[in-house]
């Protein structure tokens, strides 16, 4: 990687997780920009996380919008160090009752976004001499539940492609990573889940993962983390 300070883009970082990511990276000392589709809560992310942070108004979906967030981060910056995909969009209605529409929109920001995003920064980071593409997953990937086909599906084949990923590139030393959360306090879904919600993940765990997975000594990669709230509530 070329010269000492780091360079991230995290897409949906406006709010919630990727607005805790990209906290955490500024407070790393990392140079950040973030995109979204809402002007405002852009606007208000940039100037919560402040200093010289980047908001690109950006739909993931469009791939000229993928391209363009990648460009002007590097334009801005420099270049381009660690790219997070964390945009993701849910719409939690049964199979049968889901506008063939509603199923594509979250297919194509979940899973295509995605590989626009990668598409666009692998040039970047490879110039850089490597670096970090972290995908934010869920653990309905791996635990689907009804009313969730579109998103369990769209997490489940972000994981493929991120294995797939991680073998084609890592000789280029850009190293990937994929984060499993289970319940996480933004507000994203609502499933009747117990009590108040103090025991769910806040976005500042998932945050602190992707810190640490940056820092992780180069010899070994941790591939896929899941991460659990410690004690959930005990359904009776």
């Known amino acids: 990687m070329a010269g000492d300070s780091r360079i991230a883009l995290i897409t949906g970082g406006s709010r919630g997780i ?9 407070a790393d000392g990392v140079a950040v920009s973030i995109t979204g589709r809402d002007e405002r809560a852009l606007e208000a992310a940039r100037q919560h996380l402040g200093g010289t942070a ?25 270049g381009l160090d660690i790219l997070v995909n964390n945009a993701g ?3 939690f209605v049964s199979v049968a009752d889901m506008p063939p529409a509603q199923w594509r929109q979250v297919m ?13 920064a692998i040039p970047h980071l490879r110039r850089r001499g490597g670096g970090w593409i972290i995908n934010i997953s ?3 990937s791996k635990n689907p539940f009804t ?3 579109a998103y369990c599906a769209s997490k489940a084949g972000l994981n493929a492609f991120s294995e797939v990923l991680m073998q084609e590139v890592r000789h280029d030393n850009i190293r990937v990573s994929y984060i499993l959360p289970g319940s ?24 602190q993962v992707v810190v ?25």
């Open 147 to 149: 009313g969730a086909g």
């Open 138 to 140: 869920s653990l309905a």
């Open 89 to 91: 969009i849910g719409a």
């Open 212 to 236: 640490d997975l940056i820092a992780h000594p180069a010899r070994s990669l941790p591939s896929r983390v899941e991460l659990r709230p410690s004690r959930p509530p005990v359904r009776r």
């Open 54 to 78: 980047l908001a690109v108004r950006a739909d993931v979906q469009d791939e000229h919008d993928a391209e363009k967030a990648v460009e002007e981060t590097v334009a801005r910056f420099g």
């Open 18 to 26: 990727g607005l805790g990511i990209a906290a955490a990276l500024v």
């Open 108 to 120: 194509q920001t979940n899973l295509d976004g995605v590989f626009y995003c990668c598409h666009a």
């Open 184 to 207: 996480v306090a933004t507000g994203f879904a609502s499933r009747g889940d117990q009590g108040s919600g103090e025991w769910k993940l806040t976005p500042e765990d998932v945050a």
